[in-house]
């Protein structure tokens, strides 16, 4: 699912998302794409940080456009965003 349609449905209002058992339907399928990308994501983002972890230095700098960041601090945002979800 694309970016756009993604934050379409996110942000559609209750109404319009409730508005009938169709709208209902679309919005729950959506919904599932939705999760079912956050978790192909997920298991992506555990396998790059776990092949980066194996090949980087922690102080090996990297950079992306203007942003410069060591591995350590890469890793360290990974290990934030699969923490976060674990919580959930």
């Known amino acids: 699912m694309s970016d756009l349609m993604f934050h379409a449905v996110i942000q559609m209002p209750y109404e319009m998302a409730m508005r009938d058992e169709l709208s209902r339907r679309q919005f729950y399928a959506r919904a599932q794409n939705l999760v ?4 192909r994501l997920r298991e992506a983002l555990r396998w790059t940080a776990a092949a980066f972890q194996a090949v980087a230095n922690e102080a090996d700098e ?3 456009d203007a942003v410069k960041r060591t591995a350590r601090e890469i890793l360290d945002l990974a290990d934030a965003a699969l923490a976060q979800e674990q919580e959930k």
């Open 62 to 64: 990297f950079r992306i």
């Open 36 to 39: 079912a990308e956050r978790d």
